[in-house]
């Protein structure tokens, strides 16, 4: 398992906790935090380590050893400077560059809940259900419906030569209930074999 996790969370305590549950991890660091070279590695990324104070750091003490990978992300107009990752992970089990490409695609899950929570939902703040059966169906009929919404994206961006990912959720769900109507008005009837 690949544990990730955003830059605020990243302390002495929490990491060695983190380890201790036998995931691997891939963590945002902040910029300013004091990580110093202790061996370059081929892909530019290097060993370093992190220590529970100020005093522990000055007499090396009881050190927890991470990887750093530093890295720009060009032609992005909101990006930052510069940024860090720390993992647990070898070179050899994950190359700077696929790191830093996984780390920024975990952002994807917090856009898929605010699809389905804000956008397929609605305003509605709580589902409708009132048995726990019900909720339960209710969530799992908004997960088809995601996905659907998601599987008709992928494919329209297929045919255009296009990221999926550089599509609007927003735009894709207003169309389908713009045409929706059209698609449910032919009775079944009217449809050969039936």
Known sequence: ?????????????????????????????????????LER????????????????????????????????????????????????????QGPAAELAAAYHERWEIEGARDELKTHLRGARIVLRSKTPELVKQEFYGLLLAHFAVRGLMHEAALQADEDPDRLSYVHAVRVIRRHLPRAVAIPPSAQKGL
């Open 1 to 37: 398992m690949l544990c990730l996790a955003d830059r605020n969370y990243l302390s002495y305590q929490g990491w060695q906790q983190a380890q201790q549950t036998g995931a691997e991890l891939l963590w945002r660091a902040q910029t300013h935090l004091r990580l110093e070279v």
């Open 41 to 92: 590695y081929a892909d530019g990324s290097y060993r370093s380590a992190i220590y529970a104070s100020e005093r522990d750091w000055r007499q090396r003490r009881d050190p927890l050893f991470l990887r750093l990978i530093e890295y720009q992300l060009e032609g992005v107009a909101e990006a930052e400077e510069f940024y860090r990752l720390v993992t647990t992970l070898s070179p050899g």
